[in-house]
């Protein structure tokens, strides 16, 4: 995508959404132990769980559950999946064509 935008001269922009799996609807029942920084707060509650109503970082369902959400809110607003590469996204209307390519990134540092 890079040598695409860089050989027709396009304009891009990059855009980071650091709490992207916060925005994930659960559609599943799901209890965690509640953490043992919170139980100091509001007190012993041993042998009690939290229902989570969204999607946190770690739970194996939050990328997949955003992933939903995302791909149907860029239809809603006319963009179309494409075949090939199902993280690009095209809209094309009069004299501008959008192409918007989802990654997800991930970085390790010591």
């Known amino acids: 995508m890079m040598v695409l935008i860089a050989k027709q001269g396009w304009e891009a922009k990059i855009v980071d959404v650091e709490t992207v799996f916060l ?8 209890f965690m132990t509640i953490p043992k920084g919170y ?8 042998g009690k769980c939290l229902k989570l109503n969204r999607a946190i970082y770690g739970l194996v369902q939050a990328a997949r559950q955003w992933w939903k959400r995302f791909k149907n809110e860029m239809v809603n607003i006319g963009f179309a999946n494409s075949n ?8 094309q209307g009069g004299d ?7 990654t997800l990134m991930t970085a390790s540092y010591r």
Do not use: A
Request: net charge negative.
């Open 39 to 46: 139980c100091e707060i509001i007190g012993n509650h041993e």
């Open 96 to 102: 501008v064509n959008v192409l918007s390519l989802l």
């Open 84 to 91: 090939i590469d199902p993280c690009l996204f095209i809209k």
């Open 23 to 30: 925005h994930g609807k659960l559609e599943e029942e799901i």
